[in-house]
Each structure stands twice: as structure tokens, then as C-alpha cells.
């Protein structure tokens, strides 16, 4: 078992995709069969299939739990309206230009987690599983009696600004910014706040599970490891009472009222888990020669599509590293990319850009929308002496996908879309000598 930096008070098991089991009581778990005629402690046995039955092995995600009631056990649902978060398909609102957005401000009304959602923008369409939307939370309160379970598609949960205490059927996670939490599509949780208020992102895809990407000539170690992924110990919720669930259902919020706390899992067996990862932990490759290489190096996770090497979401990072690129003009380079890009940042500055993307903000630059480095950036990295250089307390991510992200109608009326973002790149002159 293992623990993250950001807690010690928590207990965790390690490695991506293993079939990892638990018990939060002495001999909960059966052993030799999924399915006894009568569990342990009068238990219900409960199959969870995040992916389907006929998947072949090494991509099956399926997790066997053993709870004190079957989920089956709920009362009917109603629409629950949610008018700031949206999914795909969406109406073509995208423009070729690149669009900024600063941070969102946090929450200054009672807010949590699952009702502080705002999508900024979503492709694909979800009925046919495909696609993927990037959202920003901002909350201020616990879930507490409230649980939230997504049947769209899987989640990756970034925080920017406070920390997580996540509780799932699995059991908790304690995640912090600079971590990942993955949720797997229909897991049922709830998100606490320890620290009172807290904003961050949520990466959501319709594909298939994100996995990790192929490592190629680099070898055997390197980019996310298996290892440093962590699964939570089972930790159940014996509750009775007034509780409610609001599922995300084919693009709508419902709820329904329980009697019981959903995370009433005693023990479990599978591969459809939840996990926690620190990204410092990534291992970054990078340029010893010269020229800046492609971000797609950068991948922490992948979620495949049907055309080989062609993502319906990747999910990349750019950490502290170093640069050492010779005769070379180090920041990203100016580009137009057929796929789209969802860019957010954690702490610090990214190195293309030094005014107006700042933590907790946003830009969208959709397939073959040039952009790169604002003018100022470029102009000092022209004429930089290259030494050796870090670069240090930053961490920005990207959700690339080879879908039109649209925006939504809230994100282009949100007063935090930068209308004069293009302006960073008016003040690049021509140099050009005959």
C-alpha cells in the first residue's frame, strides 16, 4: 500500500488497471467465486461493468461489490435542471478563432460540488459514445447527504484551488492540487471540502476508458508508471436517512430519493476502480538535442478512438523540466493542429504564454486555429542565450481530441471570456531581411 503527498491519513493500493480487491471487513470478500448462493455478513453481490461483457481482457473493466443493499433499491427519478452544464451534441457556436477565458471566481452562494459544474465547451455526441467536454467547478460546501453518479462517461477531476475528499463505492480518495482524481463512468461519489471552497476542472469523456498511452522507443519506464497510480481501500457507509442521487443520464441531470447511503460497498474485486495520481510523479522526456519536441509526449493518459493513433481525448501535462535544447527556439512553437485543444493551468505560467492565462483559466483553440507564443514570449526567446534552464513551479494540462470542441452559450456570455485574447499576437512584426 501506498500514500500521496497530499495525505498520510489514508491507505491505498497501487498499480493502473490490476484487479485490485478489498475489504473493510475480515472475510466480506468471497474467495473462488464472484457469486456465493449467500455473501458474507448477508451481503448483496453487485456486478459493475464499466465497459462491455465482450471487451477483450486486457481492456475489460469490471469491479464485483459486495454491498448491504443492491442499487436497485431507489425510489423514481425526476429531472433535475442544471443550466450551466451541458453535453455534446451541442449547437455549432465554434468559430475559427482561438477563445481565452480567466479564472472562473469562486463560489460566493452555498455550492457544491455537482451543482458549481460550468462546461465550457464539448464534442461528439454522447448517445454514440464519442467525444469529450472540459468543465470548471467552483463549490464552497460538501455534497454531505448528496451523491452523483455520471452513466455519460468517465471523469477526470483536476483540483486548482483546494483540496478533494472524495468518497466513491470503492472507498475515499484525498486528492490536492497538482493530483488527479479518475472516476469511472456510472461509479457513484460524493465530493467533500475540507479546506471550505475550491475551483479546479473536470475533464469528461464518452469513449473508451482512458488507459495508458504506449511508450514506443522510449522503452520499458517512463511517462505515468503503472505503480504510481492509487486505488482506494473499501470503506462503507452503514447510513439510513434522507438521502438523494443525481445521475448524469444521456445529457440530463435526474434525481432520485434513497433511504440508504449508496457507498454501502463492504468489499469489492475488479478493475473498474477509481484512482488518485500525483503528477509529479510523471516522468517527462524531452529534448536533449534540439528542437522542441511534440506535446504528445507528454501524455499521462489516452482514450483510443477507431482510427489508430488518433485520440478521442488524450490527456497531457506540461510539469517542471528542463530545457537544454541547443541552436533552438524553445517555447511551444507556432502551430495549427487538427486536433482541438482544451488547455488549462494548475499554478504558475506556461511558457507560450505570460499575461492572461493565469490558474483556473481556460483557452480553447480548435482544430487548425493557428496559435503559439504571444509576442512577447517569442521576442525574448529569440534572443535568449541557451543555457540550461528549468522550468519550475508550473503545471499546465491539455485535453486534445480530434473533435470540434463547441462552447457553450453560458462560456461565450461568461464575463470571464477574454475578448481581446487575440491582441497577444498583434505585435508580431515582420523580420523579414532579402
Given at each position: 500500500?501506498?500514500?500521496p503527498h497530499s495525505t498520510t491519513s489514508l491507505e491505498y493500493l497501487t498499480g493502473f488497471a490490476n484487479e485490485h480487491s478489498s475489504e473493510a471487513l475480515p472475510g466480506a470478500l468471497p474467495l473462488g467465486q464472484f457469486s456465493p448462493q449467500r455473501p458474507p455478513y448477508g451481503l448483496y453481490a453487485e456486478k459493475f461493468s464499466a465497459t462491455a461483457f465482450t471487451v477483450p481482457r486486457h481492456d475489460n473493466r469490471r469491479t464485483w461489490f459486495y454491498r448491504i443493499r443492491p442499487s436497485v433499491v431507489q425510489g423514481p427519478s425526476e429531472r433535475y435542471p442544471h443550466p450551466t452544464l451541458n453535453t455534446a451534441p451541442l449547437p455549432a457556436l465554434a468559430s475559427p478563432d482561438p477563445l481565452r477565458w480567466s479564472a472562473f471566481p469562486l463560489a460566493t452562494v452555498p455550492t457544491d460540488f455537482v451543482d458549481g459544474l460550468n462546461t465550457i465547451a464539448a464534442?461528439?455526441?454522447?448517445?454514440?459514445?464519442?467525444?469529450?467536454?472540459?468543465h470548471i467547478?467552483?463549490?464552497?460546501?460538501?455534497?454531505?447527504?448528496?451523491?452523483?453518479?455520471?452513466?455519460?462517461?468517465e471523469l477526470l477531476i483536476l483540483p486548482q484551488q483546494g483540496l478533494l475528499a472524495i468518497a466513491t463505492e470503492c472507498g475515499r480518495l484525498l486528492v490536492a492540487p497538482g493530483e488527479l482524481a479518475l472516476i469511472p463512468r456510472g461509479m457513484k461519489f460524493k465530493v467533500d471540502l475540507p479546506d471550505g471552497a475550491g475551483r479546479g476542472y473536470v475533464l469528461e469523456h464518452y469513449g473508451a476508458p482512458l488507459r495508458l498511452p504506449e511508450r514506443g522507443p522510449v522503452?520499458?519506464?517512463?511517462?505515468?508508471?503503472?505503480?504510481?497510480?492509487?486505488?482506494?481501500?473499501?470503506?462503507?457507509?452503514?447510513?439510513?436517512?434522507?438521502?438523494?442521487l443525481i445521475t448524469k443520464f444521456g445529457g440530463q441531470l435526474w434525481r432520485r430519493a434513497l433511504g440508504h447511503s449508496p457507498l454501502d460497498v463492504v468489499a469489492w474485486v475488479g478493475t473498474a476502480v477509481p484512482y488518485q495520481y500525483d503528477l509529479a510523479r510523471f516522468n517527462t522526456m524531452n529534448s536533449v538535442s534540439y528542437d522542441h519536441p511534440d506535446p504528445s509526449i507528454f501524455t499521462v493518459l489516452t482514450s483510443p478512438s477507431d482510427?489508430?493513433?488518433?485520440?478521442?481525448?488524450?490527456?497531457?501535462?506540461?510539469?517542471?523540466?528542463?530545457?537544454?535544447?541547443?541552436?533552438?527556439?524553445?517555447?511551444?512553437?507556432?502551430?495549427?493542429?487538427?486536433?482541438?485543444?482544451f488547455m488549462g493551468l494548475i499554478q504558475g505560467?506556461?511558457?507560450?504564454?505570460?499575461?492572461?492565462?493565469?490558474?483556473?483559466?481556460?483557452?480553447?483553440?480548435?482544430?487548425?486555429?493557428?496559435?503559439?507564443p504571444e509576442a512577447m514570449v517569442h521576442a525574448r526567446a529569440s534572443g535568449a542565450t541557451l543555457s540550461p534552464v528549468k522550468l519550475e513551479a508550473t503545471l499546465a494540462?491539455?485535453?486534445?481530441?480530434?473533435?470540434?470542441?463547441?462552447?457553450?452559450?453560458?462560456a461565450l456570455g461568461n464575463p470571464a471570456l477574454q475578448l481581446d485574447y487575440q491582441q497577444s499576437w498583434q505585435n508580431l512584426e515582420s523580420h523579414f531581411t532579402a
Open positions: 500500500m501506498s500514500t464534442g461528439g455526441d454522447v448517445s454514440l459514445q464519442v467525444g469529450a467536454a472540459g467547478y467552483v463549490a464552497n460546501r460538501d455534497m454531505g447527504d448528496r451523491y452523483f453518479q455520471n452513466a455519460d462517461g522503452g520499458s519506464d517512463g511517462f505515468a508508471n503503472d505503480r504510481d497510480f492509487l486505488a482506494p481501500v473499501a470503506a462503507f457507509e452503514d447510513l439510513t436517512g434522507a438521502f438523494e482510427t489508430p493513433g488518433v485520440a478521442n481525448m488524450d490527456f497531457v501535462i506540461f510539469p517542471p523540466r528542463w530545457q537544454v535544447a541547443e541552436n533552438t527556439f524553445r517555447p511551444p512553437w507556432f502551430h495549427r493542429n487538427v486536433m482541438s485543444e505560467t506556461y511558457d507560450a504564454r505570460e499575461q492572461g492565462f493565469e490558474p483556473g483559466g481556460v483557452s480553447l483553440h480548435n482544430a487548425l486555429v493557428p496559435h503559439g494540462f491539455m485535453l486534445e481530441s480530434r473533435l470540434v470542441l463547441q462552447p457553450t452559450a453560458h
